[in-house]
């Protein structure tokens, strides 16, 4: 997450996220599958993601986010578990260092084409070549649905129109915290990753904790492209081939 005041920042952080019970498991699955040495968790909010990722056989793992209250929270939770590195750039960190980078409810916070494109580009110079990128984003098709933990205001007449901004409340029954996003279309995702060296592979929908119709979200998975995995394509539950494999 990008931006966020400091009292903001708490308060998003202390909101119960079913993403930690439907989005992370499947995340750490798939990165488990690639044999991965080295990940970056791109825009890490405090490095809850991060913290889960030690539970694989990673050498190195890294957290980044743009804001600065969130990446001071991040510092502390990385300051107790060597493992995890907090940065507050990616300028620093040389091309090709991750086999893998995720990107955890961040591609909606990106509010122009311009910046999207700018993003996954700096992603895919720290990927390493057949490095694979994870990106969990809200379903753009279902942001009319209240889901377990969050409904937005999204108009889905403004679906094709790409750049709308629009409200997002979060909340777990004891707290909630409101927060501004950008619609980003299928077609638009999909041409912003054209944009870049990333071919994607796969998108998976995932279910809502509490049953409601409509996926709240979805992974996407890509690869950087290289000349020994153009054109690859694999069956589902395979393993993966990205650069630590």
């Known amino acids: 997450m990008s931006g966020y005041r400091k009292e903001l920042t708490e308060t998003f952080v202390e909101v119960g996220d079913d993403r930690r ?6 995340l750490l699955n798939r ?11 791109y825009g890490g909010g405090d490095g809850a993601f991060a ?7 990673l050498e ?16 502390k939770r990385s300051a107790a578990d060597p493992r995890i590195e907090s940065v507050r750039s990616t300028s620093g ?8 980078v995720t990107c955890n409810g961040v591609w909606m916070c990106w509010p122009t ?10 992603i895919v110079r720290l990927l390493a070549p057949g490095g694979l990128f994870l990106a969990a984003v809200t379903h753009p098709c279902f942001r009319d649905r209240p889901f377990a933990t969050f409904r937005t205001d999204f108009d889905p007449a ?10 997002v409340t979060m909340f777990d029954g004891a707290r909630e915290v409101e ?26 929908e995932v279910p809502d904790l509490g049953g409601a119709t409509g996926c709240p979200w979805m992974i996407i998975e890509a690869q950087r492209s290289n000349g020994a995995t153009a054109g690859w394509s694999r069956t589902p539950g395979a393993a993966l081939p990205c650069g630590g494999g």
């Not at 913290?51 to 056989?57: G, N, Q, Y």
């Not at 084409?113 to 700096?122: A, D, M, P, Q, T």
Request: charged share 25%; aromatic share 6%.
């Open 179 to 204: 927060l501004d996003d950008t619609h980003w279309s299928l077609s638009a995702m999909t041409r912003q990753l054209r944009a870049t060296d990333l071919q994607l592979l796969e998108i998976l």
């Open 158 to 167: 403004r679906y094709l129109e790409d750049g709308t901004p629009f409200r």
């Open 113 to 122: 084409e311009e910046n999207c494109v700018r993003n996954l580009r700096e």
């Open 60 to 75: 190195r793992i890294v957290t980044y986010d743009l804001s600065e209250a969130m990446n001071d929270l991040a510092g």
């Open 21 to 26: 019970i439907t989005v992370f498991p499947r």
């Open 93 to 100: 960190l040389p091309d090709g260092a991750f086999d893998v």
């Open 51 to 57: 913290s889960v990722c030690t539970s694989l056989a």
């Open 31 to 41: 990165i488990e599958q690639c044999h991965a040495r080295s990940l970056l968790d």
